[in-house]
Each structure stands twice: as C-alpha cells, then as structure tokens.
C-alpha cells in the first residue's frame, strides 16, 4: 500500500511519471489485494491513454521495461542454443 501512495505523490506533487509507474510495478509484485490491484490497473490505463492521446512515442516506459526483458530472455536462449 506504501508504493501506491508514494506512486500517487510522484504523480500530483513531483510529476515523475518514471518513478510513479516503479512504484505501480512494486506494489503490484507484492501480491495486492483487490482494491489495490484495481487502482493500480486504473492508473496504469489512465498513462497509456494519456500516452495514446498526446500522440507520445510508441516505446513508453512500459513497453521500453517489456522490450529489454525479452530481448535479455532471448540473449539467454541464444547462448543455451549455441552452446548444445
């Protein structure tokens, strides 16, 4: 719960949408309940509309996170492979 508030500070106060979106992702790994996991989505759906609508770059913070786990996922499938 203490991510999500400090994720809803950095959006009023601070507008850092970088450090709000590390604390969304934080307070989603901790197993939240409900409530919690619905504000979270909420949030994360009003970023990606505001990203959508002021016509941002398609690599967002999200999708820049997404893309260096699977190209890391896929640097480490390549080494398996050469290596057998």
Avoid: C, W
């Amino acid at each position: 719960m203490l991510h999500l508030f400090i994720a809803h500070y950095l959006n009023i106060y601070k507008g850092n949408r970088h450090l709000e979106i590390n604390h969304l992702a934080a307070a989603e790994s901790k197993s939240p309940s409900m409530d919690e996991a619905f504000i979270i989505y909420q949030r994360r759906k009003e970023l990606q509309e505001a990203d959508d609508s002021t016509g941002a770059a398609k690599m967002n913070v999200i999708t820049r996170v997404r893309f260096e786990k699977y190209r890391g996922e896929a640097q480490d499938s390549e080494l398996k492979a050469r290596k057998q």
